[in-house]
T-cell receptor
Framework: AQSVTQPDIHITVSEGASLELRCNYS??????LFWYVQSPGQGLQLLLKYFSGDTLVQGIKGFEAEFKRSQSSFNLRKPSVHWSDAAEYFCAVGAADSSYKLIFGSGTRLLVRP | DAMVIQNPRYQVTQFGKPVTLSCSQT?????MYWYQQKSSQAPKLLFH???????NEADTPDNFQSRRPNTSFCFLDIRSPGLGDAAMYLCATSRGTGPGQPQHFGDGTRLSIL
């Protein structure tokens, strides 16, 4: 069965430091992968998506993610974190067995130190 | 801007008193979804509409129902809310179904049960 694992429940980084949030997926074929961000009290906003092609994907707000098939990973990165990046980040994969469902990871909460 | 709008942002109801949450969209998307999100958890899909076709998730309680009177609006009805139904309810839309279709989320309605 498909699944998404985000191994880090919380991550704390200093403002201006680099960031990497981990995501591992279980999927039989080429996955459709997404990263969403959720600020406190708000809905989810799409940061970026990967379907095929270039394995390094650029998103909004200066984020990027790299698809590594050999590691079944789709890690999210940002070279310099801003205080406004503090939020919950969800990795998701488009389900193969039902065409509408997103399989979400459990999320990683990012805290930013001033 | 085209968007997904949820009203109200905060809703308080009494135990057992029916409540309706609303969602509207200006994206003209075919598909509308309702998710339940409890604290520090990933969103959980309750059901979705593809145009007028209703699709219920197998584990969605009978207490939860939905209506979609037209393309733009979708409602979530909770017939007899229990304390366990206190959560954030997220509405989302997508242009169609398919594992590559990103979903666009509203800011959610936080439901409290007294």
């Amino acid at each position: 069965a498909q699944s998404v694992t985000q191994p880090d429940i919380h991550i704390t980084v200093s403002e201006g430091a680099s960031l990497e949030l981990r995501c591992n997926y279980s999927y039989g074929a080429t996955p459709y992968l997404f990263w969403y961000v959720q600020s406190p009290g708000q809905g989810l906003q799409l940061l970026l998506k990967y379907f095929s092609g270039d394995t390094l994907v650029q998103g909004i707000k200066g984020f990027e993610a790299e698809f590594k098939r050999s590691q079944s990973s789709f890690n999210l990165r940002k070279p310099s974190v801003h205080w406004s990046d503090a939020a919950e980040y969800f990795c998701a994969v488009g389900a193969a067995d039902s065409s509408y469902k997103l399989i979400f990871g459990s999320g990683t909460r990012l805290l930013v130190r001033p | 801007d085209a968007m997904v709008i949820q009203n109200p942002r905060y809703q308080v109801t009494q135990f057992g008193k029916p409540v309706t949450l609303s969602c509207s969209q200006t994206l003209n998307h075919n598909v509308m979804y309702w998710y339940q999100q409890k604290s520090s958890q990933a969103p959980k899909l309750l059901f979705h509409y593809y145009d007028k076709d209703f699709n219920n998730e197998a584990d969605t309680p009978d207490n939860f129902q939905s209506r979609r009177p037209n393309t733009s609006f979708c409602f979530l009805d909770i017939r007899s809310p229990g304390l366990g139904d206190a959560a954030m309810y997220l509405c989302a839309t997508s242009r169609g179904t398919g594992p590559g279709q990103p979903q666009h989320f509203g800011d959610g309605t936080r439901l409290s049960i007294l």
